[in-house]
């Protein structure tokens, strides 16, 4: 531990499990008060819980459905009454959507809301408090190795991904030099969503199919653990990467320099 979030307020969206909620205990563990936002409440709690259980930084537990623009609004009033200021927005909220083309309208909502629209208005309304904190002010997003090249199954998926990916580069140059802003693009991290993405035709498919991307196109030759991912976003969060804004980090094994 080497304190580098050290009485700073990081909010982390989708933090009740897996890289979320791996960030949130990295960030805590180096002195940073983490709100813990998801929709799952008892997933929230357990992630407050790993982090008081460390004795470091503090945790908060915060239900937000992100696909609730108004509930966005409201957590961000709620940030500036408890604590008047923002370090981190890491918006890391998202789905692997459906697959292929023929897609109802709900199913594209639901996934451009939740990868897209959320963290647009998330940004928006978390400016004033990161403007507070001038120098020391970062946002990230996840977006995905899928927003960096073509995804075979889902090309709503690295639409929505690679949006964020362009979205990032307006704002390092809008924000700058208040605010940095950089992307993490994970590529297979082992996460019930890794089986959801590779499983959505047949959930009995997914893991001879995970196996075969991992051994076929990843370098490293195994899947990302989501402390991996975290160690990235402590990095972006951090002074450590003071000088970086606008950059795409890929967390994904070699898989993009095929």
Known sequence: MSNALQDRIALITAAGSGMGRASAVRMAREGATVI????????????VRLIEAEGFGKGVAYHLDATDMGAIK?????VDTEFGRLN?????????????????????????????????????????????EA??????????????????????????KGS???????????????????????????????????GRDDESLAPERVKMFVETGVPLKRPCKPEEVAEAALFLASDASSYITGVTLPVDGGYVAK
Do not use: C
Not at 36 to 47: F, Q, S
Not at 74 to 78: A, C, D, G, K
Not at 165 to 172: R, Y
């Open 164 to 198: 964020l990916v362009s979205f990032s580069k307006s704002l390092a140059m809008s924000l700058g030099p208040d605010i940095r802003v950089n992307v993490i693009a994970p590529g297979a991290v082992d996460t019930p969503m890794l089986t959801q993405f590779f």
């Open 74 to 78: 409201t957590m961000f009033e709620f």
């Open 88 to 132: 981190v927005l890491y918006n890391h909220v998202g789905s692997p959507g459906p697959a292929g083309l023929q897609i109802t309208d709900e199913q594209w909502e639901l996934t451009v809301d939740l990868n897209m629209k959320s963290a647009f208005f998330a940004t928006m309304y978390a400016e004033p408090l990161l403007r507070r």
């Open 135 to 160: 120098g020391k002010a970062s946002i990230i997003y996840t977006a995905s190795v899928s927003g960096l090249v073509g995804s075979l199954a889902s090309p709503l998926y690295s639409m929505v």
């Open 36 to 47: 813990v936002a998801d929709i799952n409440d008892e997933g929230a709690a357990e992630t």
